[in-house]
């Protein structure tokens, strides 16, 4: 068997395992592959051993992937920053944006998705842990956010994305998560059924808590080289 194809069975049965031991319904967990800085041709190994998801961190990378890319039925995630020069782009050429974290870029993508595209799937970031170095919104701001993308056409808020900081103890990984889920709930918004969250580093303890897609590029597709 290839190695990509190798590396996704894998962490498919990660992924399954986890569900089963956290009492998760069966294929309640999506993998999005990341696939930055790899080259077309991996991404067509995985999608021939079955992979459909691909997540972007690198817009002009991304659109090249993607003429080179178009006789593959793939949904492409955006998964970097968003620069408001680049909206357009973003609207016309993604599935999915996940790191929406103001009323301006919503707006913005709101306005510039194409008629004969179906809605923008829509994931807020919230930085959960606080950090300065991180793009997102603190969950004070959350509920307002919410309220106002769910107004906008053109647009469908699915749910959250997270990156919380790094952390080696289990428990300590599992708790933001926590925390951003009940407040999710608190909500009460049937819409906001995506729970973005969770790398290799912390898989498990993010399919515990709630996650709903994890996001995955090395232990798929090999050490990232950025030369």
């Known amino acids: 068997m290839p190695t990509i194809a190798r590396n996704l069975k894998k962490i498919q049965t990660q992924i399954h395992n986890a569900q089963q031991r956290y009492q998760r319904e069966e294929n309640s967990v999506q993998l999005l592959a990341v696939s930055k800085t790899k080259p077309a041709s991996a991404m067509v190994s995985a999608y021939q051993a079955g992979q459909r998801h691909f997540g972007e961190n690198y817009l002009q990378e991304a659109l090249n992937k993607q003429r080179e890319l178009g006789a593959f039925n793939m949904t492409w995630h955006f998964i970097g920053a968003i620069q408001s020069n ?36 829509i ?47 289990f428990e300590a990984q599992r708790e933001p998560y926590r925390k951003l889920v009940a407040a999710v709930k608190a909500l009460k918004n049937e819409n906001l059924t995506t729970f973005s969250f969770g790398m290799s580093d912390d898989l498990e303890a993010a399919i515990a808590e709630g996650s ?5 590029g090395t232990a798929l597709f090999g050490a990232r080289s950025y030369v």
């Not at 999915?96 to 301006?104: A, F, P």
């Not at 603190?138 to 952390?167: D, K, Y």
Request: hydrophobic residues 40%; aromatic residues 4%; charged residues 20%.
């Open 86 to 121: 680049k909206t357009k782009l973003l609207a016309t050429h993604f599935d999915w944006v996940h790191c929406v974290d103001s009323l301006k870029i919503a707006e913005r993508l709101s306005s510039q998705r194409p008629d004969f595209l179906e809605p923008l799937n």
């Open 212 to 216: 709903t897609m994890v996001r995955i």
């Open 123 to 169: 994931c807020v970031q919230v930085n959960i842990s606080d950090e300065e170095s991180k793009a997102g919104i603190s969950l004070n701001e959350l509920p307002a956010l919410v309220s106002q993308i769910s107004q906008l056409p053109n647009l469908t808020l699915r749910g959250v994305m997270a990156i919380p900081a790094p952390q080696i103890d």
